[in-house]
């Protein structure tokens, strides 16, 4: 197996998407951008979207990073607009996408047409959530869009079998559809269930970082293989094994949470950026194989079908955020309203991604070639148009709207208060522990812990405090600064005296381990 291609795959990609952070250029844009003028490049390597791999070995992770990161208690408080899109939203797509695809390509079958729509109708999960943490939107719409991506793809995904199956004479019903939608998202939400408690129980028994993140990185690919093995939804299992965990992540030694954090952020950074990449460099084989379909006929096709499902998200999304509200009284007492400017982003960030790639991609030779090589490629248009289209749109859609801008000064407060009450419960408990004879420390050794503990209580008041004059930093950057540079000429002693063979390597490594865990705390301690 030539390794080379994967290589410059990972290395190009994550190239671009470092270059990206230097651009207003969102990274997803510009690494498809450049996976679309790279591809013709005489000498690159054929990169064709395998189903097989991305659907097992690149969803799970990408779905178990996003879902960690998420907070359980806010997904729960939107669980019904969260729910109207992940389920509501992807059906009706697909039934007006694959209409509207039945009415305009010539000789397209119905049941052909619905495959096209159930393959495009979910947003990306990768997607939305890059955007979102991108622009800073208010935290109620970034919910719901993470919540929409994490969920939907196993609605999609059943709905396209349900199609295929109907479209290649496979002998499918309406009431088998709903049977395999319900075995799909009940076995999978069961499925999560099962497992989250005992990978749980065994991450906070497992004495070694190293094996706790190993299990971490097992984890999503256990719950999507479990699921899928009994037909499930492997999606939904990842998803709700991910909420738990993530929930539950301070049970998690200090050790292990560090390496985790370091670790998934590699691993999402790196699968992010060569999804986005494959999906440029898929032109060149969704063109070869488009047959039939070609020239202006083809462009229009794209087109009408990239409009359709623009405008198709508007039609749902505008009376599902307000209806509910008109027709019940509960809804009105228990959430917020919702303003027109939340349901236009909502409607406006519904960009596609790898995922309908991939279904396309996986449609079986059963179907015709004619039909199947047109889906792929209106698949591929669709998806390079929504991101394109709205996801150079977005940011200056979100900035001409003007949201409230997020109140930091009362979110320092809300922190400060809350350390506060930390370390009163702290400070108490340590004199609780000194009163103990066998707990007894020399006078120096207690009053660190103390003043340890005050610095961690003053540090977030110290945020609200004045700049100063002359650097123009906050007390909070001069404390940060003047650790790091105490901390980097300990660092020059060590190296130092390992160079005059004072100490061996292995003691190095301790020592700046030490320190750097030091300026890892001090880092984190001045926020």
């Given at each position: 197996?030539d390794?080379?291609?994967?290589?410059?795959?990972?290395?190009g990609?994550a190239?671009?998407a470092?270059?990206a952070r230097?651009?207003?250029a969102?990274?997803?844009?510009l690494?498809?951008?450049v996976g679309?003028a790279?591809?013709?490049?005489?000498?690159v390597?054929?990169?064709?979207?395998?189903?097989h791999?991305?659907?097992?070995l690149?969803?799970?992770?990408?779905?178990?990073?996003?879902a960690?990161?998420?907070?359980y208690?806010?997904?729960?408080?939107?669980?019904r607009p969260?729910?109207?899109?992940?389920?509501?939203?992807v059906?009706?797509a697909?039934?007006v996408v694959?209409?509207?695809a039945?009415?305009?390509?010539p000789?397209?079958?119905?049941?052909?047409?619905?495959?096209?729509?159930?393959?495009?109708?979910?947003?990306?999960?990768?997607?939305a959530?890059?955007?979102?943490?991108?622009?800073?939107?208010?935290?109620?719409?970034?919910?719901?869009?993470?919540?929409?991506?994490?969920?939907?793809?196993?609605?999609a995904?059943?709905a396209y079998?349900?199609?295929?199956?109907?479209?290649?004479?496979?002998?499918a019903?309406?009431?088998?559809?709903i049977?395999?939608?319900?075995l799909a998202?009940v076995?999978?939400?069961g499925?999560?269930?099962?497992?989250m408690?005992?990978l749980?129980?065994l991450?906070?028994?497992?004495?070694e970082?190293?094996?706790?993140?190993?299990?971490?990185?097992?984890?999503?690919?256990?719950?999507?293989g479990?699921?899928?093995?009994?037909?499930?939804s492997?999606?939904?299992?990842?998803?709700v094994?991910?909420?738990?965990?993530g929930h539950r992540a301070w049970?998690?030694?200090f050790?292990?949470?560090l390496?985790e954090?370091a670790v998934?952020?590699m691993?999402?950074?790196?699968?992010?950026?060569?999804?986005?990449?494959?999906?440029?460099l898929?032109?060149?084989?969704?063109l070869?194989?488009l047959?039939?379909y070609?020239?202006?006929?083809?462009?229009?096709?794209?087109?009408a079908?990239f409009?359709v499902?623009?405008?198709?998200?508007?039609?749902?999304v505008?009376?599902a955020t307000?209806?509910?509200r008109?027709?019940?009284a509960?809804?009105?007492?228990?959430?917020?309203?919702?303003?027109?400017?939340?349901?236009?982003?909502?409607?406006w960030?519904?960009m596609?991604g790898?995922?309908s790639?991939?279904i396309?991609?996986?449609?079986?030779?059963a179907m015709a070639?004619?039909?199947?090589?047109?889906?792929?490629?209106?698949?591929?248009?669709?998806?390079?148009?929504?991101?394109?289209?709205?996801?150079?749109t977005?940011?200056?859609l979100?900035?001409?709207?003007k949201?409230?801008?997020?109140?930091?000064?009362?979110e320092?407060l809300?922190?400060?208060?809350a350390?506060?009450?930390?370390s009163?419960?702290?400070e108490?408990?340590l004199?609780?522990l000194?009163?103990?004879?066998r707990?007894?420390?020399p006078?120096?050794?207690?009053?660190r812990?103390r003043?340890?503990?005050?610095?961690?209580?003053?540090?977030v008041?110290?945020?609200l405090?004045q700049?100063?004059?002359?650097?123009?930093?906050?007390?909070?950057?001069?404390?940060?600064?003047?650790?790091r540079e105490m901390i980097s000429a300990?660092?020059?002693?060590?190296?130092?005296?390992?160079?005059?063979?004072y100490?061996?390597d292995?003691?190095?490594?301790a020592?700046l381990?030490r320190?750097?865990l030091?300026?890892?705390?001090a880092?984190?301690?001045?926020?």
């Amino acid at each position: 197996m030539d390794v080379m291609p994967l290589l410059l795959l990972v290395a190009g990609s994550a190239a671009v998407a470092a270059a990206a952070r230097r651009t207003p250029a969102p990274a997803p844009l510009l690494l498809v951008a450049v996976g679309l003028a790279v591809s013709y490049i005489p000498g690159v390597p054929s990169y064709t979207l395998d189903p097989h791999v991305v659907l097992p070995l690149l969803l799970p992770p990408l779905l178990y990073t996003s879902a960690s990161d998420s907070s359980y208690l806010d997904l729960r408080a939107q669980l019904r607009p969260v729910a109207l899109l992940s389920v509501g939203y992807v059906l009706f797509a697909t039934l007006v996408v694959g209409w509207a695809a039945y009415l305009i390509v010539p000789g397209l079958s119905l049941p052909a047409a619905l495959v096209l729509g159930a393959v495009v109708a979910p947003p990306d999960a990768v997607a939305a959530t890059a955007v979102a943490r991108r622009v800073g939107l208010p935290s109620r719409i970034t919910t719901i869009l993470q919540g929409e991506s994490l969920l939907n793809d196993a609605t999609a995904i059943t709905a396209y079998k349900v199609a295929l199956g109907a479209a290649v004479g496979a002998g499918a019903t309406w009431a088998g559809g709903i049977g395999e939608f319900a075995l799909a998202a009940v076995g999978g939400v069961g499925i999560g269930l099962v497992l989250m408690a005992p990978l749980h129980w065994l991450r906070t028994h497992l004495a070694e970082p190293l094996l706790q993140n190993t299990l971490s990185l097992l984890i999503p690919f256990v719950a999507y293989g479990v699921a899928e093995g009994v037909h499930a939804s492997g999606v939904l299992a990842v998803v709700v094994v991910a909420l738990y965990l993530g929930h539950r992540a301070w049970e998690v030694d200090f050790a292990t949470r560090l390496q985790e954090e370091a670790v998934w952020k590699m691993v999402a950074f790196v699968l992010e950026s060569a999804v986005f990449a494959l999906i440029g460099l898929q032109l060149p084989i969704v063109l070869k194989r488009l047959g039939e379909y070609e020239g202006a006929s083809a462009a229009w096709y794209a087109v009408a079908v990239f409009l359709v499902v623009v405008a198709a998200r508007f039609a749902w999304v505008y009376p599902a955020t307000f209806l509910p509200r008109l027709l019940s009284a509960r809804i009105r007492e228990r959430e917020p309203d919702p303003t027109w400017r939340g349901a236009m982003v909502i409607s406006w960030a519904g960009m596609r991604g790898v995922v309908s790639l991939a279904i396309a991609f996986a449609i079986p030779s059963a179907m015709a070639d004619g039909p199947r090589n047109l889906i792929l490629f209106l698949t591929f248009t669709t998806v390079i148009g929504t991101l394109v289209v709205q996801g150079v749109t977005l940011p200056p859609l979100i900035r001409l709207l003007k949201f409230p801008a997020r109140d930091r000064q009362a979110e320092t407060l809300a922190e400060a208060n809350a350390q506060a009450q930390a370390s009163r419960a702290a400070e108490a408990r340590l004199d609780e522990l000194l009163s103990d004879e066998r707990n007894a420390l020399p006078p120096p050794l207690a009053d660190r812990l103390r003043t340890v503990l005050e610095r961690r209580r003053n540090a977030v008041w110290e945020r609200l405090g004045q700049v100063n004059p002359v650097t123009g930093e906050s007390v909070d950057d001069t404390y940060r600064r003047l650790s790091r540079e105490m901390i980097s000429a300990e660092r020059e002693v060590f190296v130092r005296l390992r160079d005059h063979r004072y100490i061996d390597d292995e003691m190095l490594r301790a020592l700046l381990r030490r320190l750097d865990l030091e300026e890892a705390a001090a880092f984190r301690e001045a926020g």
